[in-house]
């Protein structure tokens, strides 16, 4: 019978999905924890090796999960945090109304938590972190207009659980809104992309093109992922490249777009201020200690509801605008994406020269 259990434990072990670079141990080192919706989207297993790199510099012990887009999971990989005696936890939300449930739990221990990117829509985070996610909505469509400024316009926003998506919504509106009503504009379609998964961009670009018989002048997108995804569909239909589009994040990928003339812009969040940043204030907090340089933001502002009650600590980064006119020295010369990659399907000679 002993065996018999001990085998179904072993298994249940074994099936948790998660991921972690460390088990706590009672070593007197402060214990930061790493909570990650996801890594398929490209940014976030660059920035789990940064924050644990980090961490580790500044002689904490650091434990990582992932939930693979699993909102559920991920609360129960943050009170397993809890558990292995977290004295801070660092937050990528895959929900930002779901995971407020787990972090109310270690605010009632004690824990400070970071909301990192993406918001956690309760006031008893410690801390989010952040860029000016209007901002980058609002150079998304500036960069569009540049480009074309009138005719039917698709609207591609992320993920309906990223409150964040919502944020970059709220800036594209700002400056799309003036021609919507004066009539210079359009808008023929408006989808969200569950999980900002580019398959799910694929899809619905080509049900888009398919309602519209490729009537569309340009493709406000919300991220380089669903913004590539899009441009599949486009260049199934002879489109990329003719169509403007805009993305986020200046991934390799998004880079290499620019680069060949598909992909009309990106915006830029140099993730190698956001991470140390965060792990500065992670030790601080850890150690009981005040944080400055933040700004308290009403969670009404945050969450664009009005209904929303308290104030959250926050900390935001500017963004940059990258398209083909800057993407060399924001993106290449700073060392942020490999000169290699973005020029691959360059020829060397006609590429600028290595930085």
């Given at each position: 019978?002993?065996?018999?259990?001990?085998?179904?434990?072993?298994?249940?072990?074994?099936?948790?999905?998660?991921?972690?670079?460390?088990?706590?141990?009672?070593?007197?080192?402060?214990?930061?924890?790493?909570?990650?919706?996801?890594?398929?989207?490209?940014?976030?297993?660059?920035?789990q090796?940064?924050?644990?790199?980090?961490g580790?510099?500044?002689?904490?012990?650091?434990?990582?999960?992932?939930?693979?887009?699993?909102?559920?999971?991920?609360?129960?990989?943050?009170?397993?945090?809890?558990?292995?005696?977290?004295?801070?936890?660092?937050?990528?939300a895959?929900?930002?109304g779901?995971?407020?449930?787990?972090?109310?739990?270690?605010?009632?221990?004690?824990?400070?938590?970071?909301?990192?990117?993406?918001?956690?829509?309760?006031?008893?985070?410690?801390?989010?972190?952040?860029?000016n996610?209007?901002?980058?909505?609002?150079?998304?469509?500036?960069?569009?207009?540049?480009?074309?400024?009138?005719?039917?316009?698709?609207?591609?926003?992320?993920?309906?659980?990223d409150?964040n998506?919502?944020?970059?919504?709220?800036?594209q509106?700002?400056?799309?809104?003036?021609?919507?009503?004066?009539?210079?504009?359009?808008?023929v379609?408006?989808?969200?992309?569950?999980?900002?998964?580019?398959?799910?961009?694929?899809?619905?670009?080509?049900?888009?093109?398919?309602?519209?018989?490729?009537?569309?002048d340009?493709?406000?997108?919300?991220?380089?992922?669903?913004?590539?995804?899009?441009?599949?569909?486009?260049?199934a239909?002879?489109?990329?490249?003719?169509?403007?589009?805009?993305?986020?994040?200046?991934?390799?990928?998004?880079?290499?777009s620019?680069?060949?003339?598909?992909l009309?812009?990106?915006?830029?969040?140099?993730?190698?201020?956001?991470?140390?940043?965060?792990?500065?204030?992670?030790?601080?907090?850890?150690?009981?200690?005040?944080?400055?340089?933040?700004?308290?933001?009403?969670?009404?502002?945050?969450?664009?509801?009005?209904?929303?009650?308290?104030?959250?600590?926050?900390?935001?980064?500017?963004?940059?605008?990258?398209?083909?006119?800057?993407?060399?020295?924001?993106?290449?010369?700073?060392?942020?994406?490999?000169?290699?990659?973005?020029?691959?399907?360059?020829?060397?000679?006609?590429?600028?020269p290595?930085?």
């Open positions: 019978m002993v065996k018999k259990i001990s085998m179904l434990l072993l298994v249940a072990l074994l099936a948790l999905p998660l991921f972690a670079s460390g088990d706590a141990e009672n070593d007197g080192r402060t214990v930061v924890g790493l909570s990650f919706s996801d890594f398929a989207t490209e940014r976030w297993p660059r920035e090796a940064l924050l644990t790199q980090l580790q510099e500044s002689g904490a012990q650091v434990i990582s999960q992932v939930a693979n887009q699993d909102a559920k999971l991920q609360n129960d990989q943050i009170e397993n945090l809890i558990v292995q005696g977290a004295d801070v936890i660092v937050v990528i895959q929900d930002g779901t995971a407020a449930t787990a972090v109310d739990i270690a605010a009632s221990e004690g824990i400070p938590v970071i909301a990192y990117d993406r918001l956690i829509k309760t006031s008893n985070l410690a801390l989010y972190i952040s860029f996610n209007v901002a980058v909505g609002r150079a998304q469509a500036e960069g569009i207009l540049k480009v074309q400024d009138s005719g039917n316009f698709v609207l591609l926003g992320g993920s309906p659980t409150n998506a919502y944020l970059f919504r709220q800036g509106m700002e400056v799309l809104n003036p021609l919507i009503d004066s009539g210079q504009i359009t808008i379609a408006d989808q969200w992309v569950e999980n900002w998964d580019a398959a799910n961009a694929v899809t619905l670009m080509e049900n888009i093109l398919t309602a519209t018989n490729n009537n569309v340009a493709v406000v997108a919300s991220n380089d992922g669903t913004a590539l995804g899009a441009l599949q569909a486009l260049r239909q002879g489109l990329a490249g003719n169509v403007p589009i805009s993305g986020q994040d200046a991934t390799v990928a998004g880079a290499q620019i680069v060949d003339g598909e009309t812009l990106s915006v830029y969040k140099d993730i190698r201020l956001l991470a140390p940043k965060t792990m500065e204030f992670a030790i601080q907090l850890a150690n009981g200690d005040e944080i400055s340089d933040t700004v308290d933001y009403t969670l009404a502002e945050l969450t664009l509801d009005e209904n929303a009650s308290g104030s959250i600590a926050s900390f935001f980064f500017p963004v940059v605008q990258v398209t083909e006119d800057n993407l060399y020295d924001v993106v290449v010369a700073s060392g942020f994406q490999p000169y290699d990659d973005v020029y691959r399907n360059v020829p060397e000679s006609q590429r600028p290595r930085p």
